[in-house]
C-alpha cells in the first residue's frame, strides 16, 4: 500500500527511466530487473517483459501505477471520476491528476471558489496538463523507439548466440571427431612401428640364426671331411705300410722261388734235353739203320753237337747256379748271423745309451763335486794347505783348529789378566815410589829446616855468651861499684842471685845443647831415612826391571796371539764370504723351488689342469704303446707264416693271395681301433672346445658391432643395415618412416667406393635427387650429401615444430592438444637420439 | 689375566680372518690377472671387473672358476691355521712338461714370528752346524729388526693394504715386459707349500715341487697386513742359447 504523497515520486522515476534507458543501451536497466541467460547474453525480467509497452496505450500507461490510488479510498474514487471526465485529453488529466495527488485537500475546497478563477486555473491547469501530456507522448514515442531498437538488437543478439551456439557445437563436434582420428592415425601408426621393428627383429634373427645354422653346417661338413680323409689316410697309410711290407715279403719269396724254380726248370730242361738226346740217338740209330744218305747223318751229327754243347752250356749254368745257391745259403748264414750281431749290438748299445746317462749323470755329480772342492779349496787356498783330500780331514782340522783357537783364546785371556794383575802391580809400586819421593822431600825440607834451626840457636848462643861476657863484665863493674859504694850487705844478696842467673844460664845451655843434639840427632835420622829410601827405590827398580823383561816377554807373546789371531779373524772372513755365497746360493735354490722336506711339504691338488693334461698324455701313450705292441705281435705271426709257406713251397704261392686276404683281416689289431677312437673323442673335445671358443668370440663381435653400430647412429645420425651381397642399407634417425633410406653397394672390384643403388621409397629418393646430383655427381661426396640430408630433416622437424607451436598459440583450446601431441614427439625424437 | 686375555684373542681371530679374506681374494685376482697376461687362456676366456682400483679381468670360463674356488677354499683352511708358507704358480710346457714359471707368493706369519725363531736359535750348539744356525741367527736378527720396529707401529688401514696390493699388481703386470716369451702351449699348476703337520683332504697330494732349471729370478714387492706378509717372487727359465 502505497501512499498518495509516494506517486510523484513514481511517476518521476517511471519517467526517468527511458532517459536511463537509451544511454545504458539495454545492458542493465532497472539493476535487479535484469537476469542472465544459460549463455550469458542479458534479458529483461519477466516484470518488464518487452511485449508489455507496445500493448499499452498512451494513456494507461499508468495504468499500474494508479490502481493503487483508485482502491485506495472513497473520496479518491471521486477525484478518479473527476479525473476519467477530463481524461478527454491526455494531458490535461495528467496533469489534473497531477495536481489533485499534490493537492487533494485543496481542490475539494475548489467547490466553493469562484468560476472566474476556477475558469483560470482551469486553463492554467489545462495548458499545463497540454503541456504535460505532450512531453509525455514525446517521451513515450521516445521510449517506444527505444525499446524497439532494444527488441531489435535482443533478436540481433539472439540470432548471434544461436549461430554462436550452433558454430560451437560444430566445432566442438569436428574437435572430438579430429580427436579421434588423431587418436586413431597416432595408434595405426604405433601399431605400424611396433609390428615393423617386430618383423625387422624377427628377420634379423632368423637371418642371423641361418647364417649361424649355415655356417655351423659348414664347419660340420668340413670337420666331418677333415676327419674322414684324415681316416682314411691313416689307414691309406697303414694299409700302405703292410703292402709295402707283404711286397718286400712277396718279393723275398719270389726271388728265393725264383731262384729255386729256375733251379728245377734247369734241371727239366736238362732231363728234356736228355729225353731228346735219346730220342736223337734212336733216330740215329734208326737213320744208321736205315742208311739213308749221309747228309741226313751229318745233320743229325751237327745236331747233336748243337745240342751236347747246349746241354754243356746248361750243365755249367746248372753248376753256376748251384754255386751261387750255396753261396747265397752261406751269405744268409753270415746274414744271420750279422742279425744276431746287429741284435747283440743293440743291446749293448742301449746299455751303452745307458752307461752314457749314467756318465752324464755321474758328470754332473762330478761337476758339482768339482764345485764344492773349489768352494773348500777356495776357502782354503791363502792357508797353504790345499793338500786336504777329504772334507773330513778337513773338518777334523777345522775343528782342531778351532779347539787350539779356544786354547789360545784362554791362554790369551790367562796372559791378559795376568797382565792386568801386573799393571795394577806396577801401578801400586809406582804410587809407592812416589809416595817415597814425596817422602823425601819432606824430610829434606825438615833436614833443612832443622839445621837452620841448629844455625840460629848457634848464633843464639853466641849472641847469649857475647851477652854473658858483657853482662859479667858489667856485673864486674857493678861489684866494683858497690864495693866502692856500699861494701858488703848487698854482696850476699848479689851473689845469690849471680848464682841464680848462672844456674839460668846453665839450663839454657843445656837446654840449647840438648837442642843441638836433638837436630844433630834429626839430621842424622834423616840422612839414615833417605839412605832407606834409596835402598827401596834400588829395590823397585830392580823389582820393575825384572817385571819389566817377563812384561815384555808377555807383550811379545801377546803380540804373537794378536796375530794369530788376526790370522783367524781373516779366516773367519773368508768363511763369512764363502757362507754369504752359499746364502746366496741357497736363496737362488729356494727361489727355484728348493724346500726343506724335513719341516714343509709341497702339495698339489690332483684335479690340477696340467695333471688333467698329463693324463691324456698319458692315455696317448698307452694306447699307442698298447696300438704298437699288437702291430709287432701282428709282424711277428705274419713273419711266422712265411717260413711255414717256405715249406709248403709252390703249392702255397697258389694260395697265397687268399692268404693275404685272410689276413688283412688282422692286420689292423683292435688296439689302434681304440687309439683312432680315443683320437677321435679328443679331437671331438678339441673341437667343442674351438666351439665354445668361436662362440664366445662371435658373442663378443656382436656386441662390439652392436656398439659400433649404436656410436654410428647416434654421431652420424643414420641407422645401418648390411643387407645382402653386401649392401648397405642407410636410414636417417629423422626419417618417419622406415622406408625412406638410402642403399649403397660397394663399388666395382670392391675398391672400397660406395655407390648409391636405391632407396626404400622412390618418392623419397626424387625428393633428395638434386643435392644427391650437387653434392654426389659434382663434388663427388656421399658423406657431404648424406650430412645434406641430415640437416634437411633436422631443419624440416624444426620448422615442423615451430608451425605447430604457432597453430596453438593462435588456438588456445587446442593447446593441450598440441602440447601433447609436440611432447609426444619429442620424446620420440629424443629416444631416436639416444637409444634405438 | 686369562679374562683379560681372552678378548684380544677374540680379536685376533677376527683379524686373522680378516687378513686371510685380504690375502685369498689377492691371489684370486693375482692368479686370474697372470692366467690372462701369460696367454694361458685365451683373451675371450675372461672378462674385465673394476677391483683395487685397477681393470682386472677374471675367467668366465666355469671349469676354471669352479677349479680356483676349490684351490682358494683349501688355501683359506690353510691360512686360517697357520699352516701355509708358500703358494706357488707353476706354468709348465704342455709339450715338455718342463716348468717355464713360478711365481712364489711366500706367506710370513708376522705375529708369531720370533717366538719360532728364538726356539730354533737355542737348539744350534753341535759346531759343524754353525754355519746355519748363524745364518738363521742373520735372518732372526733381520726379521726381529724388522719386527720389532713394526709392533709399536699402528695398525694398517685397509686402504694402505690395498694400496700395496694394487702396487704389486701393477708391478706384476709391468713384469710381463721383461718375462720371456711363452711360445709354446702351456699349462699351470697351483702348488702349496705347507707346515708338514698340516691337514691335507683327499683332493690333494705331495708333489713335485717344479723346480726351474737355470733360473733367472726377480723378486717382486710386498705387501702386509696386520698379521700376514706376503713376499712375491718370480722365478723363469732363461733360454738355453742365450
Not at chain 1, 23 to 44: D, I, L, Q
Not at chain 1, 343 to 358: F, G, H, I, P, Y
Not at chain 1, 408 to 437: C, G, H, N, P, T
Not at chain 1, 690 to 717: C, H, I, M, P, Y
Request: with cysteine; net charge negative; aromatic share 6%.
Amino acid at each position: 500500500m502505497s501512499s498518495p504523497t509516494s506517486d510523484p515520486d513514481l511517476v518521476r522515476r517511471f519517467m526517468n527511466r527511458p532517459i536511463h534507458s537509451p544511454s545504458t543501451g539495454g545492458s542493465n536497466p532497472g539493476g535487479a530487473a535484469v537476469v542472465r541467460t544459460p549463455f550469458g547474453e542479458k534479458k529483461p525480467s519477466s516484470t518488464v517483459t518487452p511485449t508489455t509497452p507496445s500493448r499499452l496505450g498512451p494513456g494507461s500507461a499508468f495504468q499500474p501505477t494508479w490502481s493503487g490510488p483508485e482502491n485506495a479510498s472513497p473520496a479518491m474514487s471521486l477525484v478518479g471520476q473527476y479525473a476519467n471526465a477530463s481524461n478527454r485529453s491526455p494531458a490535461a488529466t495528467a496533469g489534473e491528476q497531477d495536481q489533485e495527488n499534490q493537492y487533494p485537500s485543496s481542490r475539494i475546497r475548489t467547490r466553493t471558489i469562484e468560476p472566474d478563477e476556477y475558469e483560470s486555473t482551469r486553463k492554467k491547469l489545462r495548458d499545463t496538463q497540454y503541456e504535460l501530456s505532450s512531453t509525455k507522448t514525446e517521451l513515450e514515442r521516445k521510449i517506444v523507439t527505444m525499446e524497439q531498437a532494444a527488441r531489435e538488437s535482443d533478436i540481433l543478439k539472439r540470432k548471434l548466440m544461436a549461430r554462436v551456439d550452433s558454430l560451437e557445437s560444430d566445432r566442438r563436434f569436428l574437435y572430438e571427431q579430429e580427436k579421434s582420428l588423431t587418436k586413431k592415425v597416432q595408434t595405426l601408426e604405433e601399431d605400424s612401428i611396433h609390428s615393423k621393428t617386430a618383423s625387422n627383429e624377427i628377420i634379423k634373427n632368423l637371418r642371423d640364426e641361418n647364417m649361424s645354422i649355415k655356417d655351423r653346417l659348414s664347419q660340420l661338413q668340413e670337420e666331418s671331411r677333415e676327419k674322414q680323409s684324415e681316416l682314411t689316410q691313416r689307414v691309406r697309410t697303414l694299409t700302405a705300410s703292410l703292402n709295402h711290407q707283404q711286397q718286400t715279403l712277396a718279393e723275398t719269396q719270389d726271388s728265393s722261388h725264383s731262384q729255386s724254380s729256375l733251379v728245377a726248370e734247369k734241371h727239366q730242361k736238362l732231363a728234356e734235353a736228355l729225353d731228346r738226346i735219346m730220342e736223337l740217338e734212336d733216330q740215329n740209330r734208326q737213320l744208321k739203320l736205315n742208311t739213308r744218305g749221309m747228309e741226313d747223318v751229318v745233320r743229325v751229327q751237327k745236331e747233336l753237337q748243337n745240342q751236347v754243347a747246349y746241354i754243356k752250356q746248361l750243365e755249367g749254368t746248372n753248376r753256376q747256379l748251384t754255386a751261387e745257391c750255396k753261396h747265397l745259403k752261406d751269405t744268409y748264414r753270415n746274414v744271420e748271423v750279422l742279425k744276431e750281431e746287429k741284435l747283440s749290438l743293440e743291446q749293448k748299445l742301449k746299455l751303452m745309451d745307458d752307461l752314457r746317462v749314467k756318465c752324464g749323470k755321474f758328470e754332473v755329480q762330478n761337476g758339482v763335486l768339482l764345485k764344492e772342492k773349489e768352494q773348500w779349496a777356495a776357502f782354503l787356498e791363502k792357508s797353504d794347505r790345499t793338500d786336504f783330500n777329504s772334507p773330513y780331514e778337513l773338518a777334523k782340522t777345522v775343528a782342531t783348529l778351532r779347539g787350539d783357537k779356544t786354547a789360545l783364546m784362554e791362554v790369551r785371556d790367562e796372559f791378559q789378566e795376568a797382565l792386568k794383575a801386573r799393571d795394577a802391580y806396577i801401578e801400586q809400586v809406582e804410587q809407592q815410589l812416589s809416595e817415597l819421593k814425596t817422602r823425601l822431600v819432606e824430610q829434606e825440607e825438615i833436614c833443612s829446616k832443622q839445621s837452620s834451626i841448629a844455625r840460629r840457636h848457634e848464633m843464639t848462643k853466641d849472641f847469649a855468651l857475647r851477652q854473658v861476657e858483657s853482662l859479667k863484665e858489667q856485673l864486674k863493674s857493678y861489684d866494683m861499684e858497690e864495693v866502692q859504694l856500699m861494701g858488703g850487705t848487698y854482696e850476699n844478696q848479689k851473689n845469690i842471685r849471680i848464682e841464680q842467673l848462672e844456674k839460668l844460664i846453665q839450663e839454657c845451655q843445656s837446654k840449647l845443647e840438648s837442642m843441638a843434639a836433638t837436630a844433630n840427632r834429626a839430621t842424622e835420622e834423616s840422612s839414615v831415612g833417605s839412605a832407606a829410601t834409596l835402598a827401596l827405590l834400588q829395590t823397585i827398580q830392580d823389582q820393575s826391571s825384572v817385571s819389566f823383561n817377563k812384561l815384555s816377554a808377555e807383550k811379545q807373546a801377546l803380540v804373537e796371539s794378536k796375530l794369530a789371531l788376526h790370522n783367524e779373524l781373516e779366516l773367519l772372513r773368508k768363511e763369512n764370504a764363502s757362507l754369504d755365497a752359499k746364502v746366496l746360493e741357497h736363496e737362488i735354490a729356494i727361489g727355484a723351488g728348493a724346500f726343506n722336506p724335513a719341516v714343509s711339504r709341497v702339495l698339489e691338488i690332483k684335479d690340477s689342469p696340467a695333471a688333467r693334461y698329463q693324463a691324456i698324455r698319458q692315455q696317448m701313450l698307452d694306447a699307442l704303446k698298447e696300438e704298437n705292441a699288437a702291430l709287432l705281435q701282428s709282424l711277428t705271426d705274419l713273419q711266422q707264416q712265411q717260413p711255414s709257406g717256405h715249406i709248403f713251397g709252390q703249392q702255397q704261392s697258389a694260395f697265397g693271395d687268399h692268404e693275404v686276404a685272410l689276413q688283412d683281416k688282422n692286420v689292423v689289431p683292435i688296439a689302434s681301433y681304440n687309439r683312432l677312437l680315443g683320437d677321435f673323442k679328443r679331437l671331438q673335445e678339441e673341437f667343442a672346445d674351438n666351439d665354445k671358443r668361436s662362440k664366445r668370440l662371435k658373442q663378443s663381435w656382436t656386441l662390439k658391432a652392436d656398439e659400433f653400430l649404436d656410436a654410428v647412429r647416434s654421431l652420424l645420425g643414420y641407422k645401418v643395415n648390411f643387407l645382402d651381397n653386401g649392401r648397405v642399407e642407410l636410414i636417417s634417425v629423422y626419417n618417419a618412416e622406415e622406408q625412406q633410406s638410402f642403399v649403397f653397394t660397394s663399388g666395382q672390384n670392391d675398391e672400397g667406393t660406395m655407390q648409391l643403388v636405391g632407396s626404400g621409397s622412390q618418392k623419397y629418393m626424387e625428393e633428395h635427387k638434386e643435392s644427391f646430383d650437387h653434392w654426389v655427381n659434382q663434388l663427388g661426396s656421399i658423406p657431404a650429401f648424406l650430412s645434406r640430408v641430415t640437416l634437411d630433416l633436422v631443419e624440416q622437424q624444426a620448422h615442423q615444430l615451430r608451425e605447430e607451436q604457432q597453430q596453438h598459440d593462435q588456438h588456445p583450446p587446442h593447446y593441450r592438444l598440441f602440447q601433447s601431441l609436440a611432447d609426444d614427439d619429442d620424446t620420440q625424437n629424443s629416444d631416436m637420439m639416444v637409444d634405438p | 689375566m686369562q679374562q683379560q686375555q681372552r678378548p684380544t684373542n677374540s680379536r685376533n681371530q677376527i683379524t686373522l680372518r680378516g687378513s686371510t679374506k685380504i690375502i685369498v681374494e689377492f691371489f684370486e685376482y693375482c692368479i686370474n690377472s697372470l692366467l690372462f697376461q701369460r696367454g694361458l687362456y685365451a683373451p675371450e676366456y675372461f672378462k674385465m671387473t673394476k677391483k683395487y682400483g685397477l681393470n682386472m679381468l677374471v675367467t668366465n670360463d666355469p671349469e676354471v672358476k669352479s677349479h680356483m674356488r676349490e684351490i682358494l677354499k683349501q688355501v683359506e683352511a690353510w691360512l686360517m691355521a697357520c699352516k701355509v708358507e708358500k703358494l706357488i704358480l707353476a706354468i709348465k710346457s704342455k709339450e715338455t712338461m718342463t716348468v717355464l714359471e713360478r711365481w712364489q707368493f711366500d706367506i710370513h706369519n708376522t705375529k708369531d714370528l720370533s717366538s719360532n725363531f728364538s726356539a730354533t736359535t737355542t737348539t744350534s750348539t753341535d759346531p759343524f752346524s754353525r754355519p746355519l744356525a748363524g745364518q738363521e741367527s742373520i735372518s732372526t736378527t733381520a726379521t726381529s729388526s724388522l719386527s720389532s720396529p713394526s709392533k709399536p707401529k699402528p695398525e694398517k688401514t685397509e686402504k694402505e693394504i690395498q694400496t700395496e696390493i694394487q702396487a704389486i699388481l701393477r708391478q706384476i703386470t709391468a713384469s710381463v715386459s721383461f718375462l720371456p716369451m711363452l711360445d709354446e702351449k702351456c699349462t699351470w699348476t697351483i702348488l702349496c707349500q705347507t707346515e708338514k703337520d698340516a691337514e691335507v683332504p683327499a683332493t690333494w697330494s705331495d708333489a713335485d715341487p717344479h723346480l726351474v732349471h737355470n733360473a733367472e729370478q726377480v723378486k717382486l714387492r710386498s705387501f702386509s697386513t696386520n698379521l700376514h706378509k706376503i713376499d712375491a717372487l718370480v722365478a723363469y727359465r732363461l733360454n738355453d742359447d742365450l
